[in-house]
Every structure is written in structure tokens, then in C-alpha cells.
């Protein structure tokens, strides 16, 4: 049967074509690597230009092809007793790092395609946060979504999505969702509000944030670890120590505050009577002798310093490491403008996650053959097969548009697929026994005008009855409504009217 294509077909045709490239052409086609995911901030690897996208092909030039590759060069070389040079060759440019430490970055492989799944699939950890008695208005939920973003951006983490979401009820909240982060990570994240006060006595020298602190050193020369020993008492602590510097009104604070103090003698120096004491969430964390040469003088430089401890020297190392990071985190970005509550928290392993996607699409294939099946005892011939075409290609067309507009793939935008196949089929049917009916006053044009009244009629009730949904549930099930809304709009505009020309042709023929 030679077919004649009309222009709805050729339409659905070319979308399909469309939604392929969208899904399979990604901005690192056939390129060998691995791809940067992020990489910290004020780190040596950020300094020297490595940025979050760039491809890494070779590393001391040795070919870097999959992550293993990746990581095997790095665990042979780091940690290193001193400083040492790497080279790492991007499809930019080349990169060269001197550090004792491995670089601060995270790779991934090169990604298949552009479709982007969320934490359902990936793994991760979910939050849903609210202020600690206190209604946020929405300006003051887009303020926090800002402070909370900059803050995870500097602890250096990457795959996570922070938006502000809305209940029926007007309640508004921070959904964080961070790949492959544990619960407790989140909630340590979260559950401090993060005020940091430096005083002297009773009078606050700076506080965290933009306001008083102008930079934060956390890599070279001015940031590190600096001694390791081991406690009399047991076990090991790490000392660590970073540059701050301040603002020139924070500086002329310390000038003012400390210009009276008396000085005292000790065996290690004079220093001023009174210590430079760092709160952190209103807990004494650390208290810094001031030398004498610093009384009454306006300086920009502060050095922070502070411990870890643990029962091994790797331990108290990985302990001084985390509260130095911390520290500086909130030096940069200041404390949280409310105490936060974590209303939620839910937690997917990233294996849970694959087995759910080989279900979902053990599910959907299964699913097709048994619409196929059905379609083909109830009206046999070629378009019983008709339907099956146009349920895959509405699935192809609905993931290429998730991928070109970026949208997360989860559990219940996969659901959302699978209930605009159901919807879609029935339509199908509907246009299929429009046409066979047995009325010799009506033309088969006038009977799938009449399938499509019924058709428009469906569309509009679901549309209607969905959009309650986008704010159900704290914004959880906007996957569900968005790819629902976007697999039955495809159908009324695209793959329907392609259908129902193909059940033209193919009538005419039978």
C-alpha cells in the first residue's frame, strides 16, 4: 500500500525527528571523557580555570575514557607528602594543578542523552523545609532558596535542585533535592542556622556573610591543615587555620574595640587581654589570642583557626577538614534569615532508583503489547496497528520535550507518561470506531470530525482536573501533571490528527 502523506503526518513526522535529536544529541556528542559535574569554589582546581561541563580527555597524558581511568591516576598519586604537579588536558584547554591533595572536582561519565532524571531515579535525598514558627511570605521563601543555594554551591555540591513550592493552603516551603547526598547530610545542611559572631568581650568584631567579610581563603599558602598529633588522653586532633579578610567597617570594629585593652605577658608572646571569640549558632566554638601589635590598629586580615579530632590521624584529618569547611561556608554566606525546620525528609538509593525505572519500563512495554493484543482482536487488520505506532511515538515526542526544556525525570512524571499512553489509547479507539461505523449518510471525514468533538471534550475535563495538582502535595506531584499535560496536548495537536489521517488512508484502501 503506497501511503500519501498529509501535512499532519508529515508534522508528526518531523516533531518525532525533532524530539529524537533533542534526546540523543547531546552537547558532547561521540567526545571520549569524562565530564566535570563541579568544582569547588576558591579551590587550586578553580583558581587555575577547571569549570563545571568541561570535558577531561587526559590526565598527565594518559587518556581518561570512563571514571575508573579517572580515578585510578588519582588514587596513585594523592595524598602526596608534598606538593606535586598534574596536568589535566579538557577539550578547552590545559590545566596544570600543584597540590598534596586531589583535586577539587566531581566527575561523571559523559551522559547518554539529555534527558535528566530527579532524585526517584537517581538517588538522593529529599527535604521539605519551613521556618521555625513563622509563615514565609513569597519574597521571604526566594530569599531563603537564594541564601540556601549559595550556601550548598560552596560546600561544593552540584546535582541538587532548591526551589521554592506552595500546599493548597497557601503554606509556603524550600524543596531541596541533592543526588546522591544522605538524610543526614541534608539535615546538617539545613538544621543550623548557620549565625557566626566574632567578639571581643561583649562587642561583635564581624559577623558572616557579604556585610563584614569580603573573601574567605580555602586553598594555597592561606588555608589548610597545618599539624596532626596525637592526644595524651587518646586518639588524634588536626589544627587548621585560613585567612579571613574583612570589610574596611569590620576592620575599623576591631581597630575601636580593641584599642584600650590592656596586654599580657605569656611565654609564647604578649597578646591583649582579652581573646577574639567565634560563636557559632550562639556556641563558643574557638577563642584566638590577639597579638599586641593589633591593638587599636585597623586591619583587613584575620586568621581563623580551629581543630578536629578522631580516633585515627585519618579521622582527626577528615574531622579538621569538615569543621574548617564548614566555617568557611558560613563566613561566606552568612547565617540563615530564619531558623529552619525540615517538615519532611525522604531518602531513594540510587539502586532503588534503577530498579524503578526497569520496572516502570517493564511496565509500559507490557503495557503496549497488550493495548497491541487488544487492538488487534477487536478491529484486526493494518490499523489495529496504528495505535501502537502512535503510543511510541507520543512517548518518544514526551521525553524530547522534557529534555529540551531541562525537566527531571521522576516517578511521578513517569507515571504522568503512562497516563497520557491511557488517555491517548482511548481516544485512539474512539476515532477508530467513529470511522468504522456503519452510517452511509456520513462520510469518514464527518466521522472523525464528530471523534474529535468527543476528543477535545476529554482533553479540556483532564486539563482542568490536573491543574489542582500542580500545587497538591507541596509542588511533589508536578512531574505527574507536567508530563501528563504534555503527553495529552502532544496527542490532540500532533499524533491524533496524524492518527486520524492514517485511519483515513487506510480505510479508503480496506
Not at 155 to 167: E, K
Not at 457 to 472: D, I
Request: proline share 3%; with cysteine.
Amino acid at each position: 500500500m503506497k501511503i500519501k502523506f498529509t501535512f499532519k503526518i508529515w508534522l508528526w513526522l518531523v516533531v518525532l525527528a525533532l524530539a529524537l535529536v533533542s534526546i540523543f544529541i547531546t552537547p558532547n556528542f561521540l567526545q571520549n571523557g569524562i565530564i566535570i559535574k563541579n568544582v569547588e569554589q576558591n579551590s587550586s582546581a578553580f583558581e587555575q580555570g577547571l569549570r563545571q561541563g568541561q570535558v577531561i580527555t587526559a590526565v598527565d597524558n594518559q587518556e581518561i575514557k570512563t571514571i575508573e581511568d579517572y580515578y585510578k591516576i588519582i588514587q596513585e598519586k594523592f595524598p602526596a607528602n608534598e606538593k606535586i604537579k598534574l596536568t589535566i588536558t579538557t577539550t578547552e584547554s590545559e590545566y596544570i594543578l600543584y597540590s598534596s591533595n586531589a583535586p577539587e572536582i566531581t566527575v561523571s561519565d559523559i551522559p547518554a542523552t539529555n534527558i535528566k532524571t530527579g532524585l526517584d531515579l537517581s538517588g538522593g535525598a529529599r527535604a521539605l523545609i519551613k521556618a521555625e514558627n513563622h509563615d514565609l511570605t513569597s519574597s521571604e521563601v526566594n530569599d531563603l532558596v537564594s541564601v540556601i543555594s549559595n550556601r550548598f554551591n560552596v560546600y561544593g555540591i552540584s546535582d541538587m535542585s532548591i526551589r521554592p513550592v506552595s500546599d493548597l493552603s497557601g503554606n509556603n516551603y524550600v524543596l531541596i533535592e541533592i543526588a546522591g547526598a544522605t538524610p543526614e547530610d541534608l539535615e546538617n545542611l539545613v538544621s543550623q542556622q548557620g549565625k557566626f559572631e566574632a567578639k571581643i568581650g561583649n562587642d561583635i568584631v564581624f559577623i558572616g556573610g557579604e556585610k563584614d567579610i569580603t573573601s574567605v581563603s580555602r586553598s594555597g599558602q592561606e588555608s589548610g591543615i597545618y599539624s596532626c598529633n596525637q592526644n595524651p588522653s587518646g586518639g588524634y586532633f588536626c589544627e587548621f587555620r585560613f585567612v579571613v579578610y574583612l570589610s574596611p567597617e569590620a576592620a575599623q570594629r576591631h581597630a575601636d574595640i580593641t584599642k584600650n585593652l590592656g596586654i599580657n605577658s605569656t611565654a609564647q608572646g604578649n597578646y591583649l587581654s582579652k581573646k577574639l571569640d567565634l560563636y557559632l549558632d550562639d556556641n563558643l566554638v574557638d577563642s584566638l589570642l590577639i597579638s599586641e601589635d593589633l591593638r587599636g590598629r585597623v586591619t583587613t586580615q584575620i586568621s581563623i583557626s580551629g581543630s578536629g579530632t578522631g580516633e585515627t590521624n585519618s579521622d582527626a584529618y577528615d574531622s579538621a577538614q569538615e569543621q574548617m569547611n564548614k566555617l568557611q561556608t558560613i563566613l561566606i554566606t552568612g547565617s540563615l534569615p530564619f531558623q529552619l525546620e525540615i517538615a519532611k525528609l525522604d531518602t531513594i538509593s540510587p539502586t532503588l532508583g534503577e530498579n524503578f525505572t526497569k520496572y516502570i519500563i517493564y511496565a509500559g512495554i507490557a503495557a503496549l503489547l497488550l493495548i497491541a493484543l487488544t487492538l488487534f482482536l477487536r478491529y484486526r487488520g493494518k490499523s489495529s496497528l496504528a495505535p501502537l505506532l502512535i503510543c511510541t511515538s507520543e512517548i518518544i515526542i514526551t521525553l524530547g520535550v522534557a529534555a529540551f526544556l531541562k525537566w527531571d525525570l521522576d516517578l511521578p512524571s513517569l507515571a504522568g507518561i503512562l497516563a497520557a499512553i491511557g488517555t491517548g489509547v482511548d481516544d485512539q479507539i474512539v476515532i477508530l470506531d467513529e470511522a468504522r461505523q456503519k452510517n452511509e449518510s456520513m462520510g469518514i471525514k464527518q466521522k472523525i470530525k464528530r471523534a474529535f468533538v468527543i476528543i477535545l471534550g476529554a482533553y479540556f475535563t483532564v486539563l482542568a482536573s490536573l491543574l489542582p495538582l500542580w500545587w497538591a502535595g507541596a509542588g511533589l506531584l508536578k512531574g505527574f501533571v507536567f508530563t501528563t499535560v504534555i503527553g495529552i496536548t502532544i496527542g490532540v495537536l500532533i499524533t491524533r490528527p496524524a492518527f486520524a489521517d492514517l485511519i483515513k488512508i487506510i480505510e479508503k484502501e480496506d
